[in-house]
């Protein structure tokens, strides 16, 4: 019989009793019931530091009765890190620099002035930042209208992101697309932001407007989801320093 649309999909049951890290070839495997996890591709799920593996295995050891995929931030990406990222680094970097070329931090707002002050206060010091540390120089804006950022600002963002490694790589274009903005991926990933802050920042407008009108309680729902992933990119950009 067909499915229908709203009937729910069965959630996969938990299938393993215990969780753990262990060395191995490459790095740190995370074991379910002494065996391997393996990544949809079928690779090993082997991270490059422990603290990742811990981070990967304390979402497998998290869970209930049923596995919550979707909630599994961590796995995903270390997924995508050994799966996607080797065949694509040359298009993943590209993503991340393509979101330079349109980054939310250099859009300031023409009005209301207390918006605009705001915007100043904590957008400019990060481009002042990333300007200084980073040699990126981007073109600031007033309004919506595209503006072109110059090109070499955009070849050193691409050239930062082929400069990591696949897991590097694959949490800086996950960033990138989090928050609108490689520059505030570049913050987290060089340590100048917490994962809070970055997502902070990538949502002024929306905070902004919640202070004036009010907050939706559907928009503060996925405003919370999408803190959790800032805040476990975070623990991944650290935990790839460890």
């Not at 990742?52 to 596995?67: K, L, P």
């Not at 393509?98 to 100043?120: I, K, M, N, T």
Request: overall charge negative; some cysteine; hydrophobic content about 45%.
């Amino acid at each position: 019989m067909q499915r229908g649309f709203h009937e729910p999909v069965e959630k996969p049951r938990r299938f393993y009793k215990d969780v753990a890290v262990a060395e191995a070839e490459g790095g740190f495997a995370v074991l379910l019931d002494a065996r391997n996890v393996r990544t949809p591709k079928g690779a090993r799920l082997v991270l490059p530091t422990r603290p990742i593996a811990e981070q990967v295995a304390g979402e497998w050891a998290g869970q209930g009765e049923t596995i919550e995929l979707a909630g599994m931030h961590a796995t995903r990406l270390a997924n995508t890190a050994l799966d996607s990222i080797p065949q694509a680094r040359e298009a993943t970097a590209q993503s991340v620099a393509d979101y330079a070329g349109s980054d939310l931090v250099c859009y300031f707002a023409e009005q209301p002035a207390g918006l605009v002050s705001r915007q100043q206060a904590h957008w400019g010091p990060v481009l002042d930042r990333a300007e200084r540390d980073l040699g990126l120089a981007f073109v600031r804006c007033a309004g919506i209208v595209h503006r072109s950022q110059p090109e070499p600002t955009l070849a050193e963002v691409r050239a930062l992101a082929l400069a990591l490694d696949d897991f590097g790589l694959a949490g800086l274009a996950f960033g990138a697309a989090l928050f609108g903005s490689s520059v505030l991926a570049l913050g987290l990933q060089r340590g100048w932001l917490t994962g809070e802050q970055a997502f902070d920042l990538s949502r002024l407008d929306e905070a902004w407007q919640e202070e004036k009108w009010g907050v939706d309680a559907e928009a503060a729902e996925r405003a919370g989801r999408l803190r959790v992933e800032a805040q476990m990119l975070e623990r991944w950009f650290r935990g790839l320093d460890a």
